[in-house]
């Protein structure tokens, strides 16, 4: 019995390569030609999604002023055991960083900074800075407890301290509205101080209000689009679409025209007998909630509809033929088939509700605006980058926890069915 040997079971092609290496290099080719197609599909995620999220992250923890402006005060404060206020050395390490601030004209970032946890500090900081530049020497304690009654307050230090630190959590903290003591201990503020969980509590409370507004009217809408003759229900599947070919800002503009006082809405009920006065219809919550339902329901309808159009007319009619019912027939065979449209539609329209922030500024009110409102806000007029940053990312991740808990009752319903 002859025995064959490895090279014997090389099998060599035309050229003498063999076989095997020829279609390993084919497939390395071929993989290399998949990854040049993704290739530039890829960066331009990197660079307009992933990288903007990565500085957003880095902003909302980033802490720079009082690190890079006050270095020998930071490092003269570590040996400060935290209570009353520090000696001397302190306040002369202090004089030296104003001095050079002064020059570098940095003293500003110090204030500011300083300002977002104890309001009203920054324009006395300021001051002391131009004081303390025309000192030629100390004894510096006395001459900033003149200057100013902030340096003489335990808790300025306590924050200046605490403020050093290159990288800090004070603006997600302040985005949930927390704040540190006196003993530095992070504790609920007080009720005039808090903002921010009601802001969030609003943002979801509009998202889904709009989100129940638009299924109860954009199911019945996907149905009779998905029943009618392909001839009717393209001309109606035009108007649906017909809002997209419009701009976001002259939608909205339009419902402000409709709702106002003197608008067409209040005209009509007027003049049908509904009201007996005009009544205020914008620039609440209700003009809100109106004026997103608008512009968000085909964005739910889309989903819903795609779904049914693959829903089998005869499961329906079996049903019926069984002895079910019209209802019992749709409640129990075809609603159920209809459930991931309803899913896809609703998470989409409830994302995209989250970040409203056209809509919100220009029919609601001041009690309307949500989250996407103080991060324009804190972005361009504040211009605190840390905290219009923890505001997003917070937003982020509520609305990534929230899609993570629908993918696992989807899941969970498959299994069901399944």
Known sequence: M?????????????DGVPLKAKLRRAERKRKLQAVGLVLPLFL??????????????????????????????I??????????????????ALAA????????????????????????????IISTARTVEKLESGPYKEAFLEASDIWG?????????????????????????????????????????????DVFVRTFGIGITVTLATLLLGFPVAYLLATLPTKTSNLLMIMVLLPFWT???????????????????????VWTGILSEPVQLIYNRFGTIVAMTHIQLPFTILPIYSVMKTIPSTHVRAARSLGAGPFYAFWRVYFPQTIPGIGAGCLLT????LGYYITPALVGGPTDQMVSYFVAFYTNTELNWGMASA?????LVLTTMLYLLYNRLVGIDKMKLG
């Open 153 to 197: 307050k335990h808790e300025t230090w306590v924050v200046l301290k605490r403020a050093g630190n290159p990288y800090t959590t004070f603006y997600f903290a302040a985005a949930l509205d927390l704040v540190w003591n006196e003993d530095n201990e992070l504790v609920q503020a007080p009720p005039q101080q808090s903002l921010f969980r």
């Open 391 to 395: 505001l997003g990312i917070i937003l």
């Open 350 to 353: 409830f994302i995209l509700s």
């Open 44 to 73: 331009f995620i990197v660079v307009t999604f992933i990288l903007p999220l990565a500085v957003l992250m880095f902003r909302s923890i980033d802490n720079p002023e009082i690190v890079s402006t006050l270095p020998n005060t």
């Open 247 to 269: 701009s976001l800002l002259v939608r909205t503009t339009a419902w402000v025209a409709l709702l106002q006082t003197e608008g067409v809405v209040n005209d009509l009920l």
């Open 97 to 124: 960083d104003f001095k050079a601030a002064q020059k570098s004209k940095t003293t500003g970032l110090v204030g500011k900074r300083i300002n977002y946890e104890l309001a009203g500090t920054r324009s006395k």
């Open 2 to 14: 002859t025995t064959l040997t490895p090279a014997a079971t090389v099998v060599p092609s035309i």
């Open 75 to 92: 490092a003269a404060l570590e040996d400060w055991n935290g209570e009353g206020i520090p000696d001397e050395p302190v306040f002369a």
